[in-house]
């Protein structure tokens, strides 16, 4: 298995607590295509709490030369470019160039970002150039489904480090376990996801804020695959939130999600959410 980065040290069971659940937005819609010199569109909509924002994106990529340039416009009036090469300089190696643009405030941030991964190590290094200037650099160390990371970040205008975290992980195609400790070795989490069959997922996170409170945090969550077409997604969290995700694929290219999250200490109240999204690809 390749070496993930050091955020994605705990990704199988993040993905499983959180991706796939619809209820965050009333109302989602997200069309894609992709026409036939390359260049591929995406737009995303979300309607929640009587506000509506979502993204137009245009991404072209030319394989042989490494070459991928990405433009976003959203409706905050947001102008994002990315620039990435990868392979072009060596083998394994992956430089991003990130621009924004708020034409209402004159606003611009320009960030560049470096990665380098082989099959037994993971580096990246993520500098925001018109901010601070900051740098923050990670790496992942990996043998035999091993993995042992860590995270540092540094504000170069106060000469300071401003952020390290650390993380232990195991991982085999079967299950994956992991232990983090971030904010500064302050946020301590433990997560869990086995893949019990090709039908069933399950998996846990359980999280200690030591700054903040003495209670731990638990978070439990499973998916059942239907059949090929479809699944449905459930989890619950020690507060007795609850959530249900429902997915289907209506017909090639088209697909149904509809998601609802309860409160299950106070059914009464109006604390419940619903939401659907509609993808389409093309």
């Known amino acids: 298995m390749s070496i993930p980065a050091f955020t994605d040290i705990a990704k199988p069971s993040n993905d499983l607590l959180n991706k796939?659940?619809?209820?965050?937005?009333?109302a989602a819609l997200e069309v894609r295509s992709k026409a036939p010199n390359g260049?591929?569109?995406?737009?995303?909509?979300?309607?929640s709490g009587g506000s509506t924002n979502g993204t137009i994106e245009v991404k072209?990529?030319?394989?042989?030369?490494?070459?991928?340039?990405?433009?976003?416009?959203?409706?905050?009036?947001?102008?994002?470019?990315?620039?990435?090469?990868?392979?072009?300089?060596?083998?394994?190696?992956?430089?991003?160039?990130?621009?924004?643009?708020?034409?209402s405030s004159q606003s611009k941030s320009a960030k560049v970002n470096l990665s380098f991964k082989q099959p037994s190590f993971h580096?990246?290094?993520?500098?925001?150039?018109?901010?601070?200037?900051?740098?923050?650099?990670?790496?992942?160390?990996?043998?035999?489904g091993f993995m042992v990371g860590a995270e540092a970040g540094y504000d170069v205008q106060k000469a300071a480090i401003t952020k390290y975290s650390a993380a232990v992980g195991y991982s085999v195609p079967e299950y994956t376990a992991a232990i983090t400790a971030?904010?500064?070795?302050?946020?301590?989490s433990a997560s869990y996801y086995h893949r019990v069959n090709p039908m069933v997922e399950?998996?846990?996170?359980?999280?200690w804020d030591s700054k903040d409170t003495n209670n731990v945090t638990?978070?439990?969550?499973?998916?059942?695959?239907?059949?090929?077409?479809?699944?449905?997604?459930?989890k619950i969290n020690d507060r007795g939130i609850a959530a249900l995700a429902y997915s289907v694929s209506l017909r090639p290219?088209?697909?149904?999600?509809?998601?609802?999250?309860?409160?299950?200490?106070?059914?009464?109240?109006?604390?419940?959410?619903?939401?659907?999204?509609?993808?389409?690809?093309?």
């Open 60 to 103: 072209y990529s030319d394989k042989p030369t490494g070459l991928t340039l990405t433009q976003q416009w959203t409706t905050i009036n947001a102008l994002e470019t990315k620039i990435e090469l990868e392979n072009t300089f060596a083998k394994g190696v992956k430089a991003e160039v990130l621009t924004t643009f708020l034409p």
């Open 20 to 26: 796939d659940f619809f209820h965050a937005a009333s």
């Open 39 to 47: 260049v591929s569109f995406n737009v995303k909509e979300k309607s």
């Open 202 to 207: 399950a998996g846990a996170k359980a999280s």
């Open 123 to 144: 580096a990246r290094a993520f500098f925001n150039l018109l901010k601070g200037p900051t740098a923050n650099v990670d790496a992942v160390l990996g043998h035999d």
């Open 253 to 282: 290219g088209v697909t149904l999600g509809l998601g609802a999250s309860f409160d299950t200490q106070n059914l009464n109240e109006a604390a419940h959410k619903v939401g659907a999204s509609f993808t389409f690809e093309a």
């Open 218 to 234: 638990l978070e439990v969550a499973s998916k059942y695959r239907l059949d090929r077409e479809s699944f449905v997604k459930g």
């Open 182 to 188: 971030t904010n500064s070795l302050s946020v301590f």
